[in-house]
């Protein structure tokens, strides 16, 4: 069974500019989770799907950073504009509906210059 | 909101001793306790967690306890080996219908074993 696939893997860009990352979870994996960790600190939690829905966003940092989930299966997080202090590698994550174990994709790491 | 703390944040140990973990976490409400591996360049990987009423769960050279009473918990690797070599994170989450929820993270602990 193939795990939590992220893209890009790595991505460098100025500040000011977008970016994309792409997460697909584990096949019928009801619950999606995005997490980020931020030079060497804690993996922070982001937000949490449900299915389509956000179920919790509220470690969303601000409005630059949009997550989708249209039709429940992969996930894209766009920061629109990037900032120096987005850098740091994002984790997705997955789980089944009712489910307690979450796994986790390799992580996009994000550099903002 | 939870919060969760994790020493020491490095630990260097002989090849064959244990070594040992601790996180302290503040909301009572926390009831899913998973400990995550992850080696260098690596995903994070689940290696043992634990549920509000168990007091301690072993899986052959690791071990984690848990002190509901004292909301603190602990990871226990037994015969160290050089591949134990990673940084752990502890977490406290708790469960809703739909699963778990979010998870908390501790700081991690950088683990070197010197062979």
């Known amino acids: 069974e193939a795990g939590v696939t992220q893209f890009p893997s790595h991505s460098v860009i100025e500040k000011g500019q977008t970016v994309t990352l792409r997460c697909d979870p584990i096949?019928?994996?009801?619950?999606l989770y995005w997490y980020r960790r931020v030079m060497g600190k804690e993996i922070k939690f982001l937000l949490h799907?449900?299915?389509?829905?956000?179920?919790?966003e509220s470690g969303m940092p601000n409005n630059r950073f949009l997550a989708e989930r249209t039709g429940g299966t992969y996930s894209t997080l766009k920061v629109q504009p990037a900032e120096l202090e987005d850098s740091g590698v994002y984790f997705c994550?997955?789980?089944?509906?009712?489910?307690?174990?979450?796994?986790f994709g390799p992580g996009t790491r994000l550099l903002v210059l | 909101g939870e919060n969760v703390e994790q020493h020491p944040s490095t630990l260097s140990v002989q090849e064959g001793d244990s070594a040992v973990i601790k996180c302290t976490y503040s909301?009572?409400?926390?009831?899913?306790f998973p400990w995550y591996k992850q080696e260098l360049g690596k995903r994070p990987q689940l290696i043992i967690d634990i549920r509000s009423n168990v007091g301690e769960k072993k899986d052959q050279r690791i071990a984690v306890t848990l002190n509901k009473t004292a909301k603190h918990f602990s990871l226990h690797i037994t015969e160290t080996q050089p591949e134990d070599s990673a940084v752990y994170f502890c977490?406290?989450?708790?469960?809703?219908?739909?699963?778990?929820?979010?998870?908390?993270f501790g700081t991690g602990t950088r683990l070197t074993i010197i062979p």
């Open positions: 994550a997955s789980s089944l509906f009712g489910g307690e174990t979450q796994y």
């Open positions: 096949s019928g994996h009801d619950n």
């Open positions: 799907f449900v299915k389509e829905s956000k179920q919790d």
């Open positions: 909301d009572s409400a926390s009831n899913y």
């Open positions: 977490a406290a989450s708790s469960r809703s219908n739909f699963g778990n929820e979010k998870l908390t």
